[in-house]
């Protein structure tokens, strides 16, 4: 029954801005840390972001560190990722998993099961 949904991509033009949302439904999410990924078709999911569940500690991948934030909303239950001055290299399926730690460079997770993502994609 517990899950989390990805929303809120799309297609946008170099240097536009998207904000993504991670909404959980069937749990409390904010008993976790959560990271944001992405896939490439072809290539391995890599980390993006990360967030602890108080929202008090975040972690940045060096090519969005400066153009994305990482947030949440306990009372919704929603984590978001706003991506901001969005470049082609960007262009990916994004996920959001729940972490037992959120830490720099590291996201570390239990399950290696994934939801459906959104797709960004970035026009040059």
């Known amino acids: 029954h517990a899950q989390v949904v990805e929303s809120g991509g799309g297609l946008v033009q170099t240097g536009g801005s998207l904000r993504l949302s991670c909404a959980a439904s069937?749990?409390?999410?904010?008993?976790?840390?959560v990271g944001w990924f992405r896939q490439v078709p072809g290539k391995e999911r890599e980390g993006v972001s990360c967030?602890?569940?108080?929202?008090?500690?975040?972690d940045y991948e060096g090519a969005v560190k400066g153009r994305f934030t990482i947030f949440r909303d306990n009372p919704k239950n929603t984590v978001y990722l706003q991506m901001n001055n969005l470049k082609p290299e960007d262009t990916a399926v994004y996920y959001c998993?729940?972490?037992?730690?959120?830490?720099?460079?590291?996201?570390?997770?239990?399950?290696?099961?994934w939801g459906q993502g959104t797709q960004v994609t970035v026009s040059a």
């Open positions: 967030i602890s569940g108080s929202g008090d500690r975040t």
């Open positions: 998993k729940t972490l037992f730690l959120c830490t720099s460079g590291r996201y570390f997770y239990t399950e290696d099961t």
């Open positions: 069937g749990f409390a999410l904010d008993h976790y840390d």
